[in-house]
């Protein structure tokens, strides 16, 4: 790409500085893999159409900058190039082998190669994890191999790998020819995916840096690589495509460090198994346990990670993504020669949540003195169908100058005066300067190729539709404010951690994993949750005097830590106005419920709680994910949570601009904000509560489950109070 | 498309009976217009890139079945062929005149053309209604001229038209060359964007029966052209572009009996200004009012019409569209050579509502006896990467055998030992017989490439990513879901009309075109509506009286004809219990009402209405659009209506179907539905009231806008009740 002039500008710009993100996690140094000096390749095989055919061919025919080594015992030579029986008899160092033997004899050869200082294998044979039993017990000892020697092991079960850069120029993989050399970096748990997305790509000429089939990640995982391409200068684009993560919060960690760093780097991800019968298809084909799709949501929202839902979403927002210039705003412009298409293209921007640009008056004027009278001067700017090159340029030219104006797009609809080329080579010289994206819709195929060939040449982000064109700059629109937005710290509350402690001790020692309401609802109180006033009392003169002493009106609840149905013992009381009520209501409850669960119930009390002004319902939740860890929640009450299930989902611990994300991210927000004439809830308090409870599970592992349901919330300024709550702690 | 081994089968298949389709209007003649004997070109040229040269060309290169007459007072002759100064030169009958001078000469050509005999005329210059002022008043003489003289006119400002049949082979328009013969019917309000389709269509290897741009529609617009190709053997499926509509009744009159005749056709159809910004620059392009864009999502699914959101989305449903066979339902199996695609796969068939088949015992046997130990036998029927075509016959005959099977997607990514265009073939022959529409996916470029002509060659479905294959597939099993459906009648009901005419007529004479809302009450019972008992009580003896016989307790609200905040005057009391405070409450109520408003104000009386049991509020609602007539709508209420805005619209009048297709249609259905232990709500009280009210709108045209709110519905089978009314006549 001919980006010379551009880059020397002084424009917002991905990746200015290269070098590896800051991350908190160790980084693997795994350049030797990415660029050995010699490679070895363990199972060469002369046989067409086989994996040990092709990865020499493709090493060879890719003009590798090494030394390659096939080994094979059984011919003199491959591609003319003179084999050696076994890995030991190679009079070299080798940094790389890739290893194409049965499965059964992997680990012996692996063995073999450490022995002769090799540290680095891509192991390609299939025969491990996804076969199950036995597969999975040889994966285990490629696993204990690994650590024991300090090897580093890609796959099994893999394509392999490659990188175009100048010297290295590595096809270690089988999946067809060396792709173009670019700034795209993908790694791929699928090998068939990776294989059409190389093939996808050479369509649309998209290039490629890294480029890593990883399959079953028996050693190097999804995060050493993204840490590896983050480091990687010629990558400007991670690509990833998993079907399940290893680590939900080191992932959130380092793809966060990685989108959000000194020298951000936007990662696209495709994660499958999204309903429950994609998760079942998942789990019968690597056998991987994915863990459930909000989560995986969870995570890489708070990672900056940017979800799409397919391969042609991937390769849409790629295109975009590879020109480094990132727009200031979502005001979007557009030129067009045609009315229906400005159309199109309007009704996409504003879907896609991109606002329309409303153009300042000395720009309408500009565009006045410089289109045909039917012309149209507001946004969408239509040039009218017999528009040349010329008249595009000044439309250009008046537009990007508009400070209302962050981004433009270029549409073309191919018609008789049209020259799609020399309005191709207008917006290729317009994009080399501007320091606001540009980006091209060329309508059509055949008709606009010359010129689709000339924006494709320069790097300017080509589309054939308006609608993904549109898609694809809403992505980066959404990515530069995602780089722009402060990232709060996690905050730390002032807490009793110690008495929290002490009472789930008690608690568990006592058999009780299900905390009773007063006991959850004294954990909470350590934790500095605003807690509508309670008191357990233990006879009716203590009811009476803690009801007098909160206020009127009261409820009233039985608590004894085996009564999980209060009200259908008889063990609820509402809106109890005055003393002579609450003494009534102790005893009769006493009675009733003795009366039902027998007269040896153990009884610690009655829950005297002050009866709450209404407010606007809100459930807190944490439930702890195997292998993400806790996993916050937040909804309405009422139907919202149950019916509609609208809720949003948070890997815990959250920084403090999570808390509030979390909030907007419900589909009923608005209603939080205040709808008909209603004020706004105080939403700084739930996030309050937010980021309390964030500690409180991230101090306390051994907490499974809890929520707070309801929990009331007031208007704005008036704060919240938690009403009711449930703890129910692992057993240990 | 070699399809004739299939369409002697006897599944079911669209479009089995060639011939029009039934509808309720009269069906323009435009045959002399798509098959004309001999055209005029009227305005031909000699000048590269206009319309009057390109026409002529493509006229001649397409080799136009008919006699050519090209018209050019300056020149003897245009590619050879002799020319004529004038029209009325020709010693010839002329079918059909393309005309192409300027805007201020076109009436005049007309007149000479229709003085001559000439009937049809497609009208390719610009410079009327899209500029406005004179532009409007020059469209309207054409109007009149058309109307006067009998004539056919397509445009102005079109494209013109193009039929591919043989024998006729007429490319009338200036969108590049004429193209491929095909099933596809399409008609595009925007010249540009019809061109464009044209370049995407090639690119695809889609073919067209008829291309029709229709311009301004002064004369012929999408109802009349929807006709046309509705009765044109060739075309199996219509594609539309609009940017508005002419008609909303006539359109879903003849939509429906398209979509859903005896000779069913799918419509697909995009329609612009979707969003407000869409719609001005629609405005703004056109000059036409398009309606809220709520009236077209009714009219498109009152009509079986389905509505596509991009021109990509248009030309992948018409791909699977084209092979007429349709499934029997929604369950669809999925056989690919790799485990992530498959997995992709799952999930868009999850997303886009189809269902994934659960295969019968014999079928895994089947594939178990035949696929390799570690495929997978369970749906997506994995045949893993080494699959050759065999595996994928034997995987199809077992799949497609599968009672549980209604469709089947053929998944082919690119690998090692993958030979596309061995299993293309495979899939062809399969196709050709099977009674279930198999859909093709081959992932990648280059690589499947010989394998996708194939497909495209014998007119397999063929995508190039699961989503869209999956979205496709989805749109054609609703819309064979939509055939199957029952429609029922426009339900009448016995109702007293003329009380009702007497009502509006006695309101509209005291200048009271808000209805007070007993005379609303009054009007919806002689509809058979279900009302709260109500009474208008002119003393307090009467008010006490009502409110005994109707049963405490009751609500009173002051009733006059001009006032309307009734609260703010202290003119409403809520649950009244006895007779003694009904009493009190009239006569404190006169008092208060008067004291506020002044002792002259018009007092009716004091409506007593019994209080209502809780249960759910609906808000059933009507506006009338001023070009598509009466709009119903309906949602929950409270925060339902007003703040999610989730609400349901159809035209009026609407079928017994419709009514509850409407219920269905809000996001919010499932609290109707009854969760969290709740009973259902009796749908089919709302239904009735749905009906009655699409009665009474279509009944009367003077009601301008009403709404019913609350209507308290109850549980199933205990009906609901209209608590409060409001009607809105037009000032006459």
């Known amino acids: 790409m001919a980006r010379s002039a551009k880059s020397n500008s002084s424009k917002p710009e991905m990746n200015q500085a290269a070098g590896p993100a800051e991350t908190g996690r160790a980084v693997r140094d795994l350049e030797p893999l990415f660029a050995p000096q010699s490679i070895a390749v363990i199972g060469a095989s002369r046989r067409l159409g086989t994996a040990g055919s092709e990865i020499l061919k493709n090493l060879v025919i890719g003009s590798f900058g090494g030394v390659i080594y096939p080994v094979n015992p059984k011919s003199k030579s491959l591609m003319g190039i003179r084999c050696v029986p076994a890995a030991s008899a190679i009079d070299d160092k080798v940094d ?5 033997v049965p499965s059964n004899s992997v680990e012996a050869v692996l063995s073999e190669c450490a022995d002769h200082g090799t540290k680095h294998f891509i ?15 040889r994966e285990n000892r490629l696993k204990a191999l690994a650590k024991e020697r300090g090897l580093s092991i890609l796959g099994p079960n893999c394509l392999g790998l490659i990188n175009t850069a100048p010297g290295v120029s590595m096809n270690a993989a089988f999946g067809g020819a060396l792709p173009k050399a670019g700034c795209m970096g993908l790694i791929s748990q699928s090998g068939a995916l990776a294989a059409a997305l190389l093939d996808y790509a050479k369509g649309r000429g998209i290039g490629f840096s890294r480029f890593v089939s990883f399959g079953n990640k028996a050693d190097i995982n999804e995060i050493d690589l993204l840490q590896s391409l983050a480091g990687d200068p010629a990558t400007k684009v991670i690509l990833m495509y998993v079907e399940d993560l290893s680590s939900g919060q080191a992932f959130v960690d380092v793809a966060h460090s990685i989108t959000h760093g000194r020298n951000p780097k936007p990662i696209l991800a495709i994660k499958t198994g999204r309903t429950q019968e994609g998760a079942a298809a998942a789990a019968s084909h690597t056998g991987s346990l994915a863990g459930s799709d909000e989560v995986y949501d969870a995570v890489f929202s708070q990672a900056g990670v940017i979800r799409v839902e397919s391969v042609e979403d991937l390769f849409d927002y790629a295109e975009v993504f590879a020109e480094p210039t990132l727009p200031r705003g979502r005001r979007t412009a ?14 996409a921007c504003i879907r896609y ?12 004027k500009s565009l006045k003195f410089q289109m045909p009278p039917t012309g149209s001067l507001k946004n969408p700017v239509d040039v009218i169908g017999d528009a040349r090159h010329d008249r595009y340029r000044a439309a250009l030219d008046a537009v990007t100058a508009d400070e209302e104006v962050d981004q433009v797009m270029v549409l ?35 008709d606009v190729e010359p010129g689709v060939r000339v924006l494709k040449e320069h790097g300017v982000p ?26 709060l710290d996690y905050r730390r509350f002032e807490v009793n951690r110690a008495a929290v402690d002490e009472l789930f001790r008690q608690e568990a020692t006592a058999g009780r994993n299900q905390l009773v309401e007063v006991r959850a609802l004294e954990a909470f109180t350590h934790y500095g949750f605003p807690i509508v006033p309670y008191k357990l009392a233990k006879s009716a003169d203590e009811a009476a005097a803690a009801a007098t002493e909160m206020g009127f009106p009261v409820v009233m609840k039985i608590s004894g830590p085996k009564i999980l149905h209060k009200t259908d013992v008889g063990g609820v009381k509402l809106n109890l106005t005055d003393e002579s009520s609450v003494r009534a209501a102790y005893e009769a409850m006493i009675q009733s419920v003795r009366g039902k669960l027998g007269s040896e119930v153990e009884i610690w009390g009655v829950l005297v709680q002050k009866m709450l002004q209404p407010g606007k319902e809100i459930i807190l939740g944490m439930t702890r994910d195997p292998r993400f860890g806790p996993l916050l929640m937040f909804g309405l009450g009422g139907i919202y949570t149950e019916a509609l299930r609208d809720v949003a989902f948070r890997l815990a611990p959250i920084r403090e601009n999570v808390s509030s994300e979390m909030i907007k991210d419900i589909r009923s927000y608005r209603l939080l904000e205040g709808v008909r004439g209603e004020p706004p809830s105080d939403l700084t308090a739930i996030a ?28 704005r300024g008036k704060g919240c109070m938690v009403a009711d709550a449930r703890i129910i702690l692992s057993e240990s």
Chains 1, 2 share one sequence.
Not at 334 to 347: E, F, H, K, S
Not at 353 to 364: A, C, D, H, N, R
Request: one cysteine or more; aromatic letters at 6%.
């Open 334 to 347: 557009i030129i067009t020669n045609a009315g229906g298409p400005g159309i199109m293209a309007t009704d």
């Open 462 to 487: 080509t589309y054939q539709f308006p609608e993904n064109a549109m898609r694809s700059m809403a992505a980066k629109a959404r990515f530069a404010e995602w780089i722009r937005s402060p990232i």
């Open 123 to 137: 192991v390609i044979s299939a025969g491990f994890k996804e076969l199950g039993g036995e597969g999975v017990e």
């Open 412 to 446: 073309v609809t191919p018609q008789a005066m049209t020259n799609a080329k020399e309005i191709a080579e207008v917006v290729v010289e317009m994009e080399s300067y501007c320091e606001k994206p540009i980006v091209a819709c060329m309508m059509g195929e055949s």
């Open 688 to 715: 309050d509560c937010l980021m309390r409870l964030s500690q409180m599970v991230t101090d306390s592992p051994r907490i499974k489950e809890l929520d707070i349901n309801p929990l009331i919330v007031y208007p």
């Open 353 to 364: 949540g991109l606002k329309l640009s409303k153009f300042q008056e000395y720009t309408v």
């Open 96 to 100: 790389l082998a890739v290893v194409i």
